[in-house]
């Protein structure tokens, strides 16, 4: 019976992974630009790191996971995102000690059992990166510069950057009880989710996807009203900073994010192009995830991009290109000794540094020809009897068609390497 991949999947075939590694390419040059090395770690964790690490009453947490038990009995989840993971390493392995701030990214694929649509997959790929040590608004401000710096580099128009602050645990407990005495007498109207979980974490009701909720918290108190006087100097000079390096933004003070351990910054790259889901990039702060994961205090600010989100938004500005494999040299070899003889001859340019191919398939000549010319080969040679008999070789162009002809030995490496790699 004829597979199919699950649900939510997907297979990036070769005429689009040139594009993934385009972006991620980009993303990664510009982390060492400022200062971020690579992190790798676990597609899966033990439960309780994102049960901890991302909160209980998250949707990521309550609906999403992909969680089960191993043939030892351990409780595992795929991971839904990066950040826990990449603190739970960042914990046990002691980086705390090393010089702050530690700066680290990632390049990795998430899961969550999401309902699929435009954009919504349930494997899908982050990039992200996790600032620690550091606690003053400079670091938020230098994340979102290299963030507008990302999207600037990769041609990117029409996005917006929306930030909030939804302060620390002391803000936070005045707003609870702001915010719980407006919703209880509309709880008939919350889903049932969010009906359950409205007493434990209440600010969760502000991110849930159901109209009904978002109808009900429209005009809900709004954290920003009641952050204390260190979070609120956070965000002005924070807003200072971005004013100063020109870059705009606009204060949405709705946004909670969907993960519990956001502390003050919160933020989002939203743009119109991503289907419903116009969230390209999200995060903030979370001062209190690394203690909350058994480390030492330490505070930290990190965001994850959603790699399928931003390429259907390049794709959609037409930013991303055609590309296809492009071979320098073909080889077209027509019998059994100029086929060893084109296999040898294709090694040593290979490691030379120049990309060759030659025939595989006992084609005709004619059928070898058109095979060079319909898949980007820049030049070829042909290998017959006759040119082994004379040990020289005719290159021929297949860009420029005028261009002459040359000779070159056969065995002459180095001056078939040096034309080769001309262009
Ligand atoms: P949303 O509100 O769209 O559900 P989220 O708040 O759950 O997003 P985050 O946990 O902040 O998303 O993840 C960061 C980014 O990862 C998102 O901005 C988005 O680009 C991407 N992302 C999240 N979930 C998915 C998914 N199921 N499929 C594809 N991309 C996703
Ligand atoms: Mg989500």
């Known amino acids: 019976m004829k597979q199919q991949a699950p649900k939510g999947t997907q297979d990036l075939l070769p005429e689009v992974t040139l594009n993934w590694q385009y972006v991620e390419r980009t993303f990664e040059d510009l982390c060492k630009l400022y200062g971020y090395e690579e992190i790798r770690i676990p597609t899966f964790e033990h439960s309780e790191v994102f049960q901890r690490g991302v909160g209980e009453t998250t949707d990521v947490v309550q609906k999403e996971m992909y969680t089960f038990e191993d043939k030892g009995g351990r409780s595992l989840t795929l991971r839904p995102e990066g950040t826990a993971g990449v ?8 980086m705390g000690s090393k010089t702050s701030p530690q700066r680290l ?15 919504r997959y349930r494997e899908f790929h982050q990039m992200g990166v996790e600032a620690f040590g550091a606690k003053g608004p400079h670091i ?21 950057l929306h930030i909030n602050s939804i302060g620390c645990p002391n803000c936070r407990a005045q707003y609870r009880e702001a915010l719980l005495a407006y919703l209880r007498p509309k709880k008939d109207q919350l889903c049932q989710d969010c009906q359950n979980r409205m007493e434990e974490n209440p600010l969760r009701v502000l991110d849930c996807k159901e109209k009904s909720c978002q109808d009900v918290t429209k005009d809900a108190p709004l954290i920003l009203d009641y952050l204390d006087e260190e979070c609120k100097d956070h965000f002005d000079t924070l807003k200072g900073l971005l004013d100063d390096m020109g870059i705009s933004y606009k204060v949405d003070p709705r946004i909670v994010r969907g993960l519990d351990y956001y502390t003050k910054t919160v933020f989002e790259f939203v743009s119109e192009n991503v289907g419903t889901q116009g969230t390209i990039c999200g995060g903030g702060r979370y001062d209190g995830l690394v203690e909350a994961l058994g480390g030492p205090s330490t505070p930290g600010i990190g965001f994850a991009m959603g790699e399928e989100r931003l390429l259907m938004e390049l794709e959609a500005q037409g930013l991303v290109k055609p590309h296809s494999l ?17 296999q040898a001859l294709a090694q040593a340019l290979r490691r030379r540094g120049i990309s060759v191919q030659y025939d595989l398939m006992d084609r005709s000549l004619r059928a070898q020809m058109k095979y060079a010319g319909k898949n980007n080969m820049d030049y070829i040679l042909v290998l017959g009897e006759d040119e082994l008999a004379r040990g020289k070789v005719m290159l021929r162009s297949l860009v420029d068609r005028d261009k002459e002809e040359v000779e070159v030995g056969l065995h002459d490496i180095d001056t078939l390497a040096e034309i080769l790699a001309e262009d």
């Open 105 to 119: 990214f990632y390049v990795i694929t998430a899961f969550r059992y999401e309902n699929v649509q435009k954009g």
């Open 87 to 94: 603190v739970r390493a960042y914990v046990e392995n002691g």
């Open 140 to 160: 938020d401000a230098e994340v979102l510069a290299m963030l507008d710096h990302y999207f600037e580099e990769l041609g990117l128009k029409d996005y917006a």
């Open 326 to 342: 492009e071979t320098t040299l073909y080889i077209a070899n027509l019998n059994d000794a100029a086929h060893t003889e084109a």
